[in-house]
């Protein structure tokens, strides 16, 4: 099984035990070392997964405006724990091909093997979340047939990303690519660096 392969199974496991409860409350149940990769993608898509319901419950045209700051606050520090998991994973990459000898033309990939994974992690809560909705019995029937094609792209998608990231991982395996990797700067979350946090400092 390659990574990706193995990727996917992890991150349909995580989407799977969040949905036996359904409740972005619920306490994670990593089932996997914590030295370990499978851990730390386990992780990842548990905290999009939670986002990604967030996303949702803050959308409700009901919700009260005390409840939507709280959901905001929340998704705002959920965007920054995917952030340090992509951190992550791509300083686990780092460790990986750190005896790589690089080849004197490699290249720099537009994005890092971590970036990469949080988009194929992200695609399938979107493949979860479209089959749910081809499959819906209380929808109407041209409903379910725009879902389904809707997911036939995405698992198209599917098929084209861990293709392109296992290329990606194997130009870095043997040396064809180099990773650089940039720590983020969200300077919205950084007390001197948002003029609405320091202002009153």
Wanted: net charge negative; charged share 30%; no cysteine.
């Amino acid at each position: 099984m390659n990574f990706t392969e193995t990727a996917w199974k992890i991150f349909n496991q995580s989407i799977d035990d969040y949905h036996l409860l359904n409740d972005v409350d619920a306490n994670i149940q990593n089932p996997f070392d914590a030295d370990k990769i499978e851990h730390l993608l386990y992780l990842k898509n548990w905290i999009d997964t939670v986002q990604w319901h967030l996303e949702d419950i803050i959308r409700d045209p009901e919700i009260q405006p005390e409840e939507a700051l709280k959901i905001k606050r929340r998704i705002d520090k959920s965007n920054q724990d995917r952030t340090d998991m992509v951190e992550y994973i791509d300083s686990w990459f780092l460790n990986k091909f750190s005896h790589v000898d690089v080849q004197e033309n490699a290249s720099i990939n537009t994005e890092t093997p971590a970036w990469a994974i949080d988009r194929f992690s992200i695609l399938s809560l979107k493949v979860y979340h479209m089959k749910e909705e081809a499959e819906r019995s209380n929808a109407t029937q041209e409903h379910r047939d725009a879902a389904g094609k809707k997911l036939a792209v995405l698992q198209e998608q599917k098929h084209d990303l861990s293709t392109a990231i296992e290329e990606l991982l194997s130009d870095l395996e043997y040396g064809r690519k180099k990773m650089k990797v940039y720590k983020q700067m969200k300077m919205y979350n950084d007390e001197n660096l948002n003029p609405v946090l320091y202002k009153n400092k």
